[in-house]
């Protein structure tokens, strides 16, 4: 199976720090662990999410500025 | 125009609260809901609920035009807007009554003119209102900078007139040091906003938050008394008190009448709060700024007092008089609010949504808990922590102390963590029962006693 990274807490997902900045990798960058892929909101406040993998990102199975679940996959790594 | 069917445009305790006294009123309900608040104990004490979209705020409970359509589908004559969302959008207060429904709240001018602080400040300086010292508007010329920061004393805060978010501000101490900091000041404003204007204002160093609850009719206003609200965190009120116990009494006269004098001056109608600093150390009090809304803690007031502000307001809006005069409100007992959220105090208030897998509410004489929780349900983590306020009404403060910590005792909210050990601990503090605090008070107070933070498993 392909290796992920999860989601830490439910909230909402977002890939860019800020809607003016560009987003914090897309599909083809590497990843090494600790690399900051998104920002999880929950309850107005902003937690970063750290690659706990390495590896190249394939697809994010979770859309920009949408909830997600904990536990739910927000990178795929090839 | 009365009032028949009344749409709650919000959602969490306060409209379960609105739905509660437009029940009492005789009116029919309609609860908006965005698809993460299907389940919301407001959804389910309305008599009809809508989706108008998806979780976040922005596509749903922000949206003035599925809020709108949501009305007109049901047949809804009036909107109720809470706090927060669009409570203090004047463009959704104009839509609604172009719209032909009734706006529960002030008209929407009142909302641009109060929401503005240099237009509200101007008001409040013509009805003789004290302001905190500084620059009517933006000051561009040094010279002129100099000259008022020396008429109103240092500490001086400098600021960007344009932006906010706390960039380019400033705080100068003495003469030299705003020489110093004038120019960083306004060259970090012009980077920031592209413009290089300051705004310059006396800081008051220890202060109380102090703040006036006011009812008006559009030509008639009336105060019920001021909440004191200095224990806040990162400018978040977590703890609230009415009356305030720093008040002499000949000051609260003139604070009251102040408040009233300015909601008549500026044609209010509806239930607002005006807020102040008070220098308990000189005596001064400052007009800060006004809501233009009910507030969270507007319960303490009404333990106070009696009075239903939340169904007053209905009231008014559907075109009764104000039905008291100033001297039918008196000021009895003491009340406290302590605000319970999801959020952890013992990891730094890290907010943590989660299912209520029990539920214990406290009760007894004097204690009121304004919650959306039951048993059950899944605190969404889309919007403010807020779960509910533990609200006690008793004699005297220290009685109404010794409920708090009573009733704080019996809550038990399992299944997610809630700031309860935060309000235990302040409920038996030493400087809380004198009431010695300002509102700088608490952040300190939080990391000497981190340790009293955790919740303790019975």
């Keep these: 199976m392909a290796k992920q990274i999860l989601s830490p807490l439910p909230g909402t997902f977002y890939r860019r720090p800020a809607p003016d900045k560009p987003a914090y990798k897309e599909v083809g960058d590497t990843v090494a662990v600790g690399d900051v892929i998104g920002l999880i909101e929950v309850m107005k406040s902003f937690n970063e999410v750290a690659a706990d993998q390495a590896g190249v990102i394939t697809a994010f199975p979770a859309d920009d500025e949408e909830p997600v679940m904990a536990g739910q996959p927000l990178v795929e790594l090839g | 125009m009365a009032i028949r069917k009344l749409l709650v445009a919000n959602r969490g305790e306060i409209a379960v609260r609105i739905i509660r006294a437009a029940k ?10 965005s698809l993460a608040d299907a389940d919301s104990l407001a959804v389910k004490l309305a008599d009809e609920a809508v989706p108008i979209g998806p979780p976040a705020a922005s596509k749903s409970y922000l949206k003035i035009d599925a809020i709108l359509e949501a009305a007109r589908q049901t047949g809804a004559d009036a909107v109720h807007p809470g706090y927060g969302f669009l409570a203090e959008n004047a463009d959704f207060a104009d839509a609604v009554e172009a719209a032909g429904m009734v706006w529960v709240g002030p008209k929407g001018d009142s909302i641009r003119v109060m929401g503005d602080k240099v237009a509200a400040r101007i008001a409040a300086k013509a009805a003789g209102v004290p302001v905190v010292p500084g620059s009517d508007g933006r000051i561009d010329d040094p010279d002129q900078a100099r000259a008022l920061a020396l008429s109103i004393g240092f500490p001086v805060m400098i600021k960007a007139a344009a932006g906010g978010g706390g960039r380019g501000i400033r705080i100068a101490h003495d003469l030299e040091e705003f020489e110093r900091l004038m120019p960083q000041a306004s060259a970090e404003a012009k980077a920031a906003f592209g413009d290089g204007g300051l705004y310059m204002e006396k800081v008051i160093e220890r202060a109380r938050h102090i703040e006036v609850q006011v009812l008006g009719d559009g030509s008639r206003a009336v105060h019920c008394f001021e909440r004191e609200c200095s224990l806040q965190r990162r400018r978040q009120k977590v703890w609230e008190e009415a009356p305030s116990a720093s008040l002499p009494q000949a000051m609260r006269e003139r604070l009251c009448a102040s408040a009233v004098a300015l909601a008549e001056a500026v044609g209010y109608r509806g239930a ?22 009910i507030q969270v803690e507007h319960p303490v007031t009404e333990m106070v007092t009696g009075l239903d502000l939340v169904r007053e307001m209905i009231r008014i809006a559907g075109g009764e008089p104000l039905r008291y005069r100033q001297e ?3 000021l009895k007992g ?20 989660g299912t209520v897998a029990a539920l214990r509410v406290p009760g007894g004489a004097g204690v009121r808990f304004d919650t959306m929780l039951y048993q059950g349900y899944t605190v969404p983590p889309f919007y403010d922590s807020l779960l509910g306020k533990l609200i006690v009404w008793d004699e005297d403060r220290p009685a109404a102390l010794a409920r708090m910590a009573r009733a704080l005792d019996e809550l038990a909210v399992e299944g997610l963590p809630t700031t309860r050990p935060l309000h235990m601990a302040l409920a038996r503090d030493a400087d809380v029962a004198r009431a010695d605090f300002h509102t700088r008070w608490l952040e300190p107070w939080l990391e000497r006693n981190a340790h009293r933070l955790e919740e303790t498993p019975k």
């Design chain 2, 272 to 293: 607002g709060t005006l807020e102040y600093l008070y220098d308990d150390a000189s005596g001064q009090f400052y007009f800060i700024e006004m809501n233009t809304r």
């Design chain 2, 334 to 353: 003491h009340a406290i609010e302590v605000r319970i959220c999801a959020e952890d105090p013992s990891k730094g208030f890290q907010p943590a949504p």
């Design chain 2, 24 to 33: 009492e009123l005789g009116l029919a309900t309609v609860q908006v809901h």
């Design chain 2, 328 to 330: 039918d409100i008196r």
